[in-house]
């Protein structure tokens, strides 16, 4: 494993480099210290990187209205602690990047900007988490019905072609990954505590070695449980999937209802449903209260990528002035996406608050909403729609808004969540049909003129 320059001075600023029993430096910083001292960097034009370098003493000076000098010189200077921890990970098959690195995931820097985690460290393919797919997730206690029930939801994700993202703590998140896995499927598991002991448990190993799981973490590979490290871990399980299903959840408290109604009532980043069928949960009623919709209960891979083709019905295009999601992203200072984040889709909008009297178990008052959300997830069978056209034409004057200053191909791809040979073959046609332009100086593709005003 090589840790960039970047990498290496961030993991010196901010990480525990806990090797075995080690104990933790009482002078790292935390996110909200370095993210101050990440702007900071920015606006004097350079990098964590040059930190390490022979001018760190003059930039380090220059540091001072944010953090003290001392302080970071004495973090920097753990580089011993450093090459034992990197052995250490080495030998474990752990890997780490920083928000610096070309490999981080793009859509954690699409969603949450400046609040994506400084570090990533995981185990296996890293590719996967730029997949997408179906977040499950749910009470660590439940019964042996709804552990049938996740592990039939794991199992259908897998026939889709759809990518499980989850937890990885005992009850829903684990049986919705077993289930997948066990179907062949693929499977992130974003986990809060013990990300070495896990990726070294021989029932991981087999699929962390054929590529069918990634395990990732925010956190120190041997931190413990941590409420808060449980609470903040759920905003990633979000941000990396497209859709999302909470199982079952307890009312008002708990990290699966924390981080339900703060996706349904602040990031909204993916469409969150709720179980509909099986044994009543005050937790889901309440969810659906908020906004959540009802699970349409899909049997077949088919139906189940219905659900995720729903993502085409975006109403507005996401204000992301700069569009500027590069590699160096990570020294720059930008807002906290509540109102520029993806859209609630048309799905959400369909769905009636649920009532006490509508019991999940209650099928004449369940199944009039389950036939709503059909009819806007399902198209009708008598009618053949060209899909790519759809998409074609819901994407087009997301595309416009986005080009109205010079703007990447990449750019463009990573504030829509999609990949760059899609915004490539976007991007030609509208080219072709005479409603942008590619540009030289500055380098980027724009709207013509003309094109403003209609």
Known sequence: MSLSPNTQAILLLTAPLIVGRGVQSPDLLSP???????????????????????????????????????????????????????????????????RADPEYPRRLKARLRSDAPAVLYGCGDISLLETGGLAVVGSRKIDDALVDYTMFIGRLAASANRTLISGGAKGVDLAAMRGALQSGGKVIGVLAENLERTAMSREERNSLRDGNLVLVSAYDPNAGFNVGHAMQRNKLIYALADASLVVNTDLNKGGT???????????????????????PSAGLDALGGRGATLWPNPRDAESLNQIFAIKVSISEVPQQPGLSL????????????????????????????????????????????????????????????????LLFATVR????????????DADIAAALNVTSGQVKVWLQRLVDEGVIEKQKKPVGYVVKHSELFK
């Open 326 to 389: 590069s590699s160096s992203d990570e020294i720059e200072n930008a807002p906290n996406p509540r109102a520029t984040t993806e859209p609630r889709t048309s799905l959400e909008v369909s769905h009636e608050p649920l009532t006490p009297e509508s019991s999940r178990t209650d099928r004449s008052a369940v199944e009039p909403k389950l036939n709503v959300i059909a009819e806007a997830v399902m198209p009708a069978p008598e009618v053949e729609l060209n899909h790519a056209d």
């Open 257 to 279: 209802w924390a981080g339900a109604v703060e996706q349904l009532d602040k990031l909204q980043y993916v469409p969150v449903f709720i179980r509909s069928t099986g044994a």
């Open 32 to 98: 909200a210290e370095y993210k101050r001292l990440a702007s900071h960097l920015h606006q004097i034009q350079k990098q964590p990187a040059d930190l390490l370098t022979a001018e760190s003493t003059e930039i380090l000076r220059l540091c001072r209205p944010v953090a003290d000098e001392s302080r970071l010189q004495r973090l920097l200077g753990r580089g011993f602690l450093l090459s034992q921890v990197v052995e250490r990970w080495q030998a474990r098959a752990i890997w780490v990047i920083s």
């Open 397 to 408: 004057d997301l595309i416009k808004k986005l080009l109205k200053t010079p703007t990447k």
